[in-house]
């Protein structure tokens, strides 16, 4: 039996996921949760194979729950899944050491799927996603600059992004302000651009909004 674990803010989607993965013999839901919190909480009382884990889930950031995730509870193996673009943060959840990621958007046959495929400790993208990454280069350039960041680099896009000053993305990703503006200037760099609203315009190009 594959047991798993639902971290999403929404119990309209915590319950839908629930009931399309248990109509499965094979997998079982053994809790779910709404915040960051309340998922290191559950993990301290319960053993999940799969954490099913939003992107944009409360308190912390997606990408820094999975680095915390694979340090704390490195047996577990996370999908993350997303309303986001997956072309854009498939590649740096997965960099940041998730097992797979799943648009929201997917086909539900995909959920189950995605599940087992983690659960055996394999890699899981969507096959649109796999013909987007090996066929897009010539069509999606912003895209192209988006696969030289790093998953640090794509967090503090995301924030600037979302209108937080420098101060404010400093204290989200417990880092100096100093640390967030050379990591600014880094986007800047490999987006090939040279002021802030260059950068925002970029960041919306990416769906990082």
Not at 136 to 142: A, H, L, R, S, V
Request: hydrophobic share 40%; proline share 2%.
């Amino acid at each position: 039996m594959i047991k798993v674990l639902i971290a999403d803010n929404h119990p309209i989607v915590r319950l839908g996921l629930k009931q399309v993965l248990e109509h499965s013999s094979d997998i079982e839901v053994i809790a779910d949760v709404s915040t960051t919190s309340e998922l290191f909480g559950a993990l301290e009382e319960v053993s999940p194979d799969v954490v099913m884990l939003e992107m944009d889930i409360p308190e912390i950031n997606g990408i820094a729950t999975l680095r915390k995730l694979k340090q704390d509870f490195p047996a577990v193996k996370t999908l993350m899944y997303s309303g986001q673009s997956e072309d854009v943060y498939a590649l740096s959840t997965i960099r940041a050491g998730a097992f797979g990621y799943l648009s929201k958007s997917a086909d539900l046959d995909y959920i189950m799927t995605a599940v087992r495929k983690v659960s055996e400790g394999n890699m899981f993208i969507t096959n649109e996603l796999a013909q987007r990454l090996a066929f897009d280069e010539g069509t999606q350039k912003p895209r192209r600059f988006f696969r030289k960041l790093s998953s640090r680099e794509v967090e503090v896009l995301k924030l600037l992004a979302s209108g937080k000053r420098n101060k404010e993305v400093a204290e989200g990703l417990n880092l100096n302000e100093k640390t967030v503006s050379t990591y600014k200037a880094r986007l800047m760099k490999k987006l090939n651009v040279d002021n802030l609203v260059d950068l925002l315009q970029q960041a919306k190009a990416l769906e990082l909004y």
